[in-house]
């Protein structure tokens, strides 16, 4: 029978020598994973305070965890998750028109980098949290400050920030009436295809190397019909982004499946940007936008950390199935500030893990993931490295490491080192 995940191993062969060229036969080494090729995420609006030594508790858009449990928090996030999703909400990134946040969150970005993680901007265009200094400006000064932040935002951080959801929920976007915006009323002018072109070609324009994401959270037909509309206007999208915060209840893998499927006939990366499943009571099932249930407390229950667990799980294995998905995010560590307060961390506020962060972690850093594994070359000094899609290094006794990829079916990796002595 063959495993759900097959799909996403591969092998890549290492081929160690001596410092004369010759095969480092018969020599036993140390093989050891490093990273997914999967992005598995979490938002690292927490660990900002943390990555710039900042002492105090400033509030973040959308929450955030105190600077009590910071270091915490960061060991926690770094022993599981590799992609950090960063704000760039234009309200609170650039509260004052001409003073952005540029420097406070591009340490945040590095600080993320220079552990090893992938950082990604979230959004670049989005009619929420537009910044109130835009309303009363015609239609043609709005468009050019939007395609002015966005060339900014892109440059500023080319190189450290190389990954951004380009624009965000335009579905919803021309018809948004939960407050006045002046990205709303210029959807309204412009069309939904002109809006996610404006974002996609000025970002493209700033860093061609960028990975540009179209993100939603209407995971309707009105989705895909709008992709159809933006590929057939030739916009080159990297990947689709989809949403599935589930505070009314996990949606079951045969409706995930489902959804997986109708977004992969475009032939593009799948990323699950935000996800979210809560260790309480259920939102009511009534309530269509989830920002409308407010309730003063919201608490994690043990019975609800059971089932966030069992369903963390198996949402899980279902994403990670699915040959279209290159990335998961989970929308949040902590319950401490989390968005409406809900408790769908997988820490408890207090710090503590949940049983879901257990059970995510024994998938991610356990049944997809090779320890660190004695082998032996062959009389060619090479040796297979055989595992799921990801970075390995290769360590012989008393000499360097090499570090290689593999890649899934269809794409080969390997490595060749040379040594420093007959230990390598």
Known sequence: MTSPTAHRTGSAVVQLTHDDGTPAARTEVVVEQTRHAFGFGNIGFDLIGLADGERDDRPQVFGGAGAAHRERLA?????????????????GFEPSEGAPDTDRLLRAARWFVERGATVKGHPLVWHTLAPHWLLGRSDD???ATIRARVRREVTDFAG?????????EVVIMPVFDKEDN?????????GRVAMVRLAFDEARAANPAARLVLNDFDLSADYEHLIEEC??????????????????GYRGEDQILAILDRFARFGLPLQLTETTLVSGDLMPAHIVDLNDHQVSSWPSTPQGEDRQADEIERHYRTLFGH?????????????????????AGLVRAGGTPKPAYDALRGLVRGEWWLPPTRMTTDDEGRVT???FAGDYRVTAPDGPAVDVKVERPGV?????????????
């Open 385 to 387: 490295v055989h595992g």
């Open 412 to 424: 080969s990796g390997s490595g060749t080192v040379e040594g420093g002595g007959d230990d390598v």
């Open 141 to 143: 000064d709005v468009e």
């Open 160 to 168: 450290v920030v190389d990954l951004w959801d380009a624009i965000n």
């Open 75 to 91: 060991e926690l996030w770094f022993d599981l998750f590799d992609t950090a999703t960063l704000p760039f909400y234009w309200s």
């Open 231 to 248: 590929l057939d206007a030739g916009i080159v999208i990297d990947a689709l982004g989809l949403q599935t915060h589930m505070h009314q």
């Open 323 to 343: 040959p279209a998905v290159e990335s998961a995010t989970y929308w949040g560590l902590t319950d401490e500030g989390a968005w409406l307060g809900a408790p």
């Open 182 to 190: 002046a990205v709303t009323r210029l959807a309204q002018t412009r």
